[in-house]
């Protein structure tokens, strides 16, 4: 299983930084993201725990489901499915307020389920693809939070 982390510092408010980043429809503001929807609500939020959730990226598909929510400060999820398969364990971003905005920092711990070349294929594929879609996904969260100012 592989860990991998993106961060970033968006020079907006964290209750903004939060909203956006977890409304996931706005990720389609990266052009590397094709489809997002909201198939389930959450418990107490719509992207709350419970939630479940349809990516299309140009990486693949994932169904996702919530699994904590603390707003504005941490949100989890896991990868229930995914085309092509993989194994996660975790999706977690969590949000602190810092001089001049928000840092967040998104982990995910994964693997690509292939026998004796799953370790290799998904430090040297999947590793630089994921972060690579994690970043991107945060300069879109902060050209939007910093363009609304």
Request: include cysteine.
């Amino acid at each position: 299983m592989e860990t991998m982390t993106v961060e970033r510092v968006i020079a907006a408010p964290i209750k903004d930084v939060f909203s956006w980043l977890t409304t996931t429809t706005n990720y389609t503001a990266s052009p590397l993201i094709l489809r997002c929807r909201l198939t389930r609500h959450g418990e107490s939020a719509p992207y709350g725990v419970g939630a479940v959730r349809n990516h299309l990226w140009l990486i693949g598909w994932f169904r996702e489901r919530i699994t904590q929510y603390d707003p504005p400060y941490a949100t989890e999820y896991i990868v229930e499915r995914s085309l092509p398969p993989s194994r996660h364990e975790l999706g977690r971003m969590t949000f602190t307020e810092v001089d001049g905005g928000t840092h967040v920092r998104w982990t995910t711990r994964a693997e690509i389920p292939v026998p004796l070349l799953g370790p290799f294929l998904t430090r040297r594929l999947a590793r630089p693809v994921i972060t690579g879609t994690f970043r991107n996904i945060l300069d879109a969260a902060n050209t939007a939070l910093t363009q609304r100012r």
